[in-house]
């Protein structure tokens, strides 16, 4: 076990020991997954636990994940695996500010550049530092934060970031810097994100901007997209996505390749744009989904749609079912289709 493993359990597990209430939760997700020549199935076990009040507070949250059928490893896969995803303790520093220590999972504006990707099976991008929130502006919410990874010979980079956020006459705006040094290879990479958000007569309106340097090699990424509640049960949204020269991918961002969806959309390499529209309705404890997305490169090398279908059911307060399909033209020869239905039990 690494040793900023170690410092995180023992600063969580001393924390926690001068605090008596505690909050359990779990959530099971069992996702089939299907494509068109193979079939998978996944299971997640999340189970936290918090202690504390106002004043000092801990939480503890392991995942254990499967793949269910398998007997032994396949192409250096595991079949299970234990893994600590959060073990934090914060406290309360004079009521001007909050101090968080440990391995955390952060979500900061839109999570294109820090998001903890929730989709996949393991920990998603998790975080082993400090977090410190600011809280003696009233109009603002300010979050600076410093994370440490030290794998000898391999890997060992440290990562700072400043997160603001605020809301100004109904104009919500979010802004991350985050620099990452990293020592074996000597490189430096910088990412900045300015996430805004406005709602005018029924319409949600967002936009953002996003740029990655990485010793020299630039991506930047525009997004404009809007959405609009029809009635009660039904809300229709678009979206436009204007990706620069070299693309834009960061794997701490909440979405990868073939995340989200399932489908290759992503993650760009190249100039391009996704263009994407759709809408939900809910009946009662059903909802029903669908998104359109047409994908296309600057130089038109590349132009395919993803369609992304859902059908959505709440059994409890904590537990649903969802069923997912989603469908790719990318290959010019074949249709790629994927299938996959996720149950989540809590309590």
């Known amino acids: 076990m690494k040793k900023n493993l170690h410092f995180v359990l023992a600063l969580t597990l001393g924390l926690a020991t001068t605090v008596s209430a505690q909050d359990w939760s779990v959530d099971s997700r069992t996702r089939v997954n299907s494509t068109d020549d193979a079939m998978s199935t996944e299971q997640r076990v999340r189970t936290a636990v918090d202690f504390g009040g106002e004043a000092v507070s801990a939480h503890v949250e ?29 406290t309360n520093v004079m009521d001007y500010a909050s101090l968080t220590a440990g391995r955390m999972a952060l979500n900061f504006g839109s999570g294109r550049i820090l998001g903890d990707n929730d989709f996949v099976q393991g920990n998603g991008n998790t975080w082993d530092g400090f977090l410190v929130g600011i809280n003696a502006i009233e109009s603002a919410d300010i979050h600076v934060g410093y994370a440490s990874t030290n794998m000898t010979d391999f890997y060992d980079a440290t990562t700072m970031y400043i997160n603001a956020a605020g809301e100004f006459s109904g104009l919500g705006v979010n802004v991350l810097y985050v620099n990452t040094t990293e020592d074996v290879t000597a490189s430096e990479n910088t990412s900045m994100g300015l996430d805004a958000a406005y709602s005018t007569n029924g319409v ?59 489908m290759d959309y992503s993650s760009f390499t190249y100039e391009g744009t996704d263009m994407s529209f759709g809408g939900s309705y809910a009946m009662g404890d059903f909802m029903v989904g669908a998104t359109m997305h047409q994908i296309a490169s600057e130089d038109e090398a590349i132009d395919y749609a993803v369609t992304d279908l859902s059908l959505g059911y709440t059994l409890s307060d904590n537990s649903s079912i969802k069923v997912n399909y989603a469908t790719s033209d990318m290959d010019a020869d074949a249709e790629y289709t994927k299938t996959w239905i996720s149950l989540h039990v809590g309590f």
């Open 62 to 90: 392991l995942n254990s994940a499967a793949t269910l059928g398998r007997l032994a490893t396949t192409n250096g896969t595991q079949d299970f695996s234990l893994t600590v995803r959060e073990a934090y303790a914060t």
């Open 204 to 262: 949600d309106l967002t936009m953002g901007y996003y740029t990655n340097d990485n010793n020299g090699a630039e991506m930047d990424l525009m997004t404009i997209g809007a959405s609009y509640g029809v009635n009660d049960a039904l809300t229709i949204h678009a979206g436009y996505d204007m990706y620069g020269e070299n693309g834009f991918y960061l794997g701490t961002g909440s979405f990868g390749t073939m995340y989200g969806s399932g």
